[in-house]
């Protein structure tokens, strides 16, 4: 029998990202005994690679933003499916949220005047984008740390211990949620370095895992985005929310193939940047869907003096939602007006001088000099569509972050569904991971120091855990390699999945898939368990095939095309479809056969809105979106 330590505390939070760390905070705030689980380093989430902002309507910039507004533009840009008072509460607390952190050491871009500056994006009617150059995420994450140690010292002072009641388990990954009935019990997990396993028993457990890029071949995703919290959620029998849509970002890096997918960020077109293809065209403004036409500049001329008077001229359509961007220059790219290596270009040198772009742009200067060799103070940049972010996620309460049905277990950020519907604007994750960050510590804090008594880890479920763990040393002759697997899911979900959807392909990617999970039951690996990476992936596989299959199971279901989910065979956004969500649910018991279906599929109503909030849009608005029973309500 495998050794495994035992520690007891009140909360743990898997995930030290954005929302994990702002959840940390607020559970040990509150009073609760909390671990924090990472699988990096502390310090290196995916948040870090955060570049554009935090959106928070302060109104710095412009006067005229406020929340309502804020909660309009995030309605829009999800196509209505966001769970809206998720929605509301994103938009009333994220200018405190960006406060707080300014008082606990952040700084960030002033005006000329002395205030937090705020910069434009796609689907953002104002300036909103709190940022610190191209560089927000790494402040943001600095600052929570800080936060961190400050807590720790302040236990050092109290109790003799940094830890005693704030504890980081770095480059540790969590591989089971544990239950006792129907309740959280703690999370069974191994150390990356050693392979030691470690079960960290608690009332309350916090998902704040991040994204599922690495399922796809092109992707801005860091490594750590193998779905982990999504397939923990799952097998702890909590449901995951609207799996379809999954966000292609338009502008990732296409050359040279060994950094295809990189990101290059929205900022660039929110300061000037423009979208030509090989004939030089600025092909955006054939793009504008009938819904944005009223908002966007019908001519360069219009777009260009937005820049410096916003409030008499409407804004250039390369300042649209990412996904109908992203489409854009999908077609642009199919018609055979890309680039020379398949994307289309992104200019800036043409419209900033070059002392500028290096201030405003200094990340994005510095990636493409070293990764590409190109200049952006004096060439374009090739970009296309690189797999970013999913909006799809564990159905939370949109109050507390509770997940569905399982007492205890609590989802924040990426990982968590509902808030950006079906597209998510950018600068509004950043904001999410320290709203619901903060409301997931709070209820697991509480729902900690309720009455009930602690529940129990059972050994068998930690046994049980444990041979899960260890199988793939044990895998029998034709065993699979791990990372051929990957490379074939990879594939998989990029040609057949991605971000131009049609029925046949999505049938076959699901019976790959099934072939793929066949194979994985046999994945094997050589060596020890000390910093063994070929282990590492075949854990993670269970995850990413787990997740795939929902996405290409509720992409397959859902027979219309809205914000992230484009389907080729169904290319009309259809109102009978706004008020449908689609859960995914584990097959209980799980199958013995690996053949068979993991995920099945439920149809629910979304919960009305409530009329003073569609009060904030115009009733010509809402009949484009809204189906026709829910404009009768
Ligand atoms: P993360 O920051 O990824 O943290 C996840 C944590 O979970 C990590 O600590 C990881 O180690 C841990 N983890 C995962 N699995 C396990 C496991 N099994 N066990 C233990 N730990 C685990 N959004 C904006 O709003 N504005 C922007 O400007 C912006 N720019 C972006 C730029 C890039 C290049 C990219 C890729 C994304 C950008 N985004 C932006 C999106 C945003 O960065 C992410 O959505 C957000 O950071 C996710 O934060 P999170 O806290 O949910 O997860």
Known sequence: MAQVERQQWDVVVVGAGGAGLRAAIEARERGARTAVICKSLFGKAHTVMAEGGI????????????WQVHFRDTMRGGKFLNQWRMAELHAKEAPDRVWE????????????????????????????????GDRTGLELIRTLQQKIVALQ???????????????????????????????VSGTFCYERESGRFLVLEAPAVVLATGGIGKSFKTTSNSWEYTGDGHALALLAGAPLLNMEFVQFHPTGMVWPPSVKGILVTESVRGDGGVLRNSEGKRFMFDYVPDVFKEKYAESEEEGDRWYEDPDHNRRPPELLPRDEVARAINSEVKAGRGSPHGGVFLDVSTR?????????????????????????????????????????GIAVDSETAATVGVPGLFAA???????????RLGGNSLSDLLVFGRRAGLHAAGYAASPGGRPAVSQAQVDAAAAEALAPFHAVEGAENPYTLHQELQTAMNDLVGIIRREGEMAEALEKLAGLRVRAARAGVEGHRQFNPGWHLALDLRNMLLVSECVARAALERTESRGGHTREDCPAMERSWRPVNLLCRPVDPAPADPAADRITLVRTRTDPIRPDLLALFEKEELVKYLAEEELYE
């Open 153 to 183: 010292q302040e236990d050092f002072k109290e109790h003799g211990d940094y830890e005693a009641r704030l504890k980081v388990f770095q480059e540790c990954t969590v591989t089971r949620v544990l239950k006792d009935g129907e309740r």
């Open 101 to 132: 952190l300014e008082t606990w050491g952040a700084l960030f871009d002033r005006t000329p005047d002395g205030r937090i500056s705020q910069r434009n994006f796609g689907g953002h009617e104002y300036p909103r984008l709190a940022h610190v």
């Open 413 to 423: 950020g990426e990982v968590a569904g509902g808030m950006h519907g079906s597209n």
């Open 352 to 392: 900033m001088p070059a002392e500028r772009i290096r201030r405003r742009l200094p990340s994005m200067y510095h990636q493409f000099k070293e990764l590409a060799d190109v200049d952006i103070t004096a060439e374009p940049m090739e970009v296309g569509p690189t797999c970013h972010y999913v909006m799809g």
């Open 55 to 66: 959106a928070a309507s302060m109104g710095n910039v412009n006067e005229g933003d406020n």
